[in-house]
């Protein structure tokens, strides 16, 4: 887990479900192939509608045409991020698009413990609603130590709230080295 | 203080006397199941972390249920049929239902049930977030990641953090235009889609206990849809002769504690609720079907973990006797078991196979389809700017296919009334 990430900002809505986040159809592809993997990058948000894709005016790709990576590194979203399927898919989706970081004011429990035990992704979560704050396309900086975020564009700092137990997962990398740590194999 | 069943179960698999609501522990997995859309993955994470010869933790305990993509031609997705043959073969696991061949069963959360992998007491993993369904059993039920799956596969083991209990209590038994899914689309509706997250939603009352085990099962599948992290449903009678037919491995019924005690608990009149209906693009968004009745739909599904269990198919059959429907309509059993009693299961004299098809009905074999949307040639896919209403369970944009498409979520005795007029339709009318 990186102390310092800094990135552009993707602005989305509540209730970003799995489908929005990787539609089922992408499924296929082989999560081993280094090569077909990044096909999880290229279709990752593309089930968003296009009205409300980079808030506040929507109609922004996260991704362009025929790219796996996006120019924006921190997702900035609503209440009830991830919710609907189990697909790891979609956390593998947004870290082969490059995002380090997801901010939400809250998330669904599977998605939130796919990000983590896979060590796919930060997801922190704020007790206030950034996305009224931050525009798709601001320069954040998250504070890891500090527990902040900061809007590199106009200097407004944010608070996060504790990463609690999951800190230590996180920390280790993934689920597995956790659990070797705890003795668990 | 006493521990509400959920709490006793995750005790008892982590060795522990007591557990409260917020504890994190490692608990001991009774069953994974997995499949053709996440096994492959969960497999390939396995493999890396407990080297290319590592052996599962128990051949008997994992169950792999091609489900999702089977009737395709999209190369990709026939190929993950082939993964889940060469490792079912490679780790000799006892309980792989592959498709295409004799064995096939279809949709994995009513599969399970039917093949006896749901036991009272015990906590099944599924790497798929309707896993929850198994709740109706009295077992403790979950989805996760292929991340989390891989780890039991190769320890048999899982953390888990402890959740409190809502309790959702129906007094009276239903009435007859009412099914489980008014329930729970009625109970999203008041808490929205994310009122359970981290926390096991518990269904109990008179009117849940005079349901069917199927009926059960839609409600506890549904849980997931509210955040829940599990449902679940006290064993009785009704439970124990269903699974007693299917197994004859032993069990222990665990129910809860008298002084348990309940993060929320909500008593609903069963008769006050009326069919029910989640307008596009979430399930929390409901509506009477009165309140909606006219809107025009283009496509009619009936099918899935959540509508294609033979009660459902009973249900819509019962409306669409002797007539026709006005939209195209979509009929997928959940499994072979289901499909097979289609054929010899009756009302009025006809069987209900002929009833759909009488009706107009395509029926296609066992399979997800168009629940998830899938490939492009995935049968009663939306493909376009439909308006569809469906028996399933999720209406998010895109789900079903088309992203340009709206669904709504509504029980099969709604779907079938609808169906035959073309336009949303309280079931009342027909029944
Ligand atoms: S029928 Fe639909 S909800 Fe059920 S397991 Fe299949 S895709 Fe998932």
Redesign the pocket.
């Known amino acids: 887990m990186e102390e310092i990430i800094e990135g552009k900002a993707f602005i989305l809505g509540n209730n970003i479900d799995t489908d929005q986040i990787i539609p ?1 159809q992408h499924l296929v592809y082989n999560l081993d192939d280094p090569e077909e993997r990044k096909n999880f990058g290229r279709f990752c948000l593309s089930s968003v509608p296009p009205e409300l894709s980079g808030l506040p005016n929507g109609h922004i790709p996260f991704i362009e045409d025929g790219e796996c990576a996006s120019e924006y590194q921190i997702i900035i979203a609503g209440g009830n991020f991830g919710c609907g ?1 189990s697909r790891e898919h979609a956390p593998v989706a947004l870290n082969m698009a490059g995002v380090k970081a997801v901010v939400a004011e809250s998330y669904a429990r599977i998605f939130f413990r796919n990000a983590v035990n896979g060590g796919y992704l930060v997801p922190f979560e704020t007790p206030q609603r950034l996305i009224d704050h931050i525009a798709t396309g601001d320069r954040l900086r998250i504070d890891l130590q500090a527990g902040t975020l900061t809007n590199l564009d106009n200097g407004q700092t944010f608070s996060l709230s504790p990463l609690g137990d999951v800190a230590e997962i996180l920390k280790a990398g993934d689920v597995f080295a956790y659990a070797r740590t705890a003795g668990l194999y | 203080m006493g521990m509400t069943m959920t709490e006793k179960i995750l005790a008892a698999h982590a060795g522990r006397e007591k557990v409260a609501p917020g504890q994190n522990i490692w608990v001991n997995v009774d069953v994974l199941m997995t ?1 053709d859309v996440c096994g492959p993955g969960t497999f390939g994470i396995f493999k890396k972390q407990f080297g290319p010869d590592a052996k599962v933790w128990d051949p008997e305990k994992i169950v792999l249920i091609p ?2 993509y089977i009737f395709t031609t999209d190369p990709h997705a026939n190929r993950n049929l082939e993964i889940l043959r060469t490792i079912a073969k490679e780790q000799n696991l006892k309980y792989f239902y592959d498709a295409h061949s004799p064995a096939y069963k279809g ?3 009513v599969a399970l049930p039917q093949e006896g992998h749901t036991r009272p007491g015990e906590i099944l993993i599924g790497t ?3 896993t929850c369904t198994a709740g109706a059993f009295g077992e403790f039920a979950t989805g996760v990641g292929n991340t989390d799956a891989a780890l039991v596969l190769g320890t048999g083991k899982i953390w888990l953090k402890v959740p409190p209990t809502m309790r959702f209590i129906f007094d009276g038994p239903p009435p007859p235009y009412l099914m489980a899914k008014d329930l729970i689309l009625h109970i999203i509706g008041e808490i929205g889609v994310d009122g359970a997250t981290y926390r096991a939603m518990e269904f109990a009352g008179d009117g849940v206990l005079a349901l069917k085990v199927e009926e059960r099962m839609t409600l506890c ?1 549904m849980a997931i849809e509210a955040g829940g992290k599990n449902g679940i449903i006290e064993p009785d009678d009704i439970t124990l002769a269903y699974v007693k037919k299917r197994t004859d491995k032993p069990f222990t019924v665990v129910k809860n504690d008298e002084d348990a005690s309940y993060y929320s608990e909500r008593v609903f009149k069963s008769a006050d609720i009326q069919p029910t209906v989640a307008r596009p693009h979430s399930p929390e968004n409901r509506a009477t079907a009165r309140e909606l009745a006219g809107t025009k739909i283009t496509h009619a599904y009936i ?4 509508g ?1 269990k033979i009660t459902d198919m009973q249900a819509a059959a019962r409306v669409l006797l002797g007539r026709k429907t006005a939209v195209p309509t979509f009929v997928v059993p ?1 499994t072979m078991e289901v499909a097979r009693a289609m054929e010899h299961e009756k009302v009025d004299g006809a069987t209900l196979k002929q009833v759909f098809e009488s009706a107009g009905a395509q029926i296609a074999p066992p ?3 168009a ?2 949307g899938g490939p492009p040639d995935t049968f009663g896919r939306l493909n376009g700017r439909e308006i569809c209403i469906s028996t ?3 209406n998010f944009p895109g789900r079903m296919g088309s992203k340009e498409s709206q669904v709504f979520l509504a029980s099969p005795y709604t779907v079938a009334a609808s169906a035959v007029r073309g336009r949303i339709t309280d079931p009342r009318e027909f029944l």
Not at chain 2, 303 to 306: E, V
């Open positions: 089922a399927s | 499949h489900d999702h949709v994995c959360h798929d977030s309707h599948n099918g899935s973990c959540t294609g959940a399979s997800c389809a629940c998830l399933t369970n999720r």
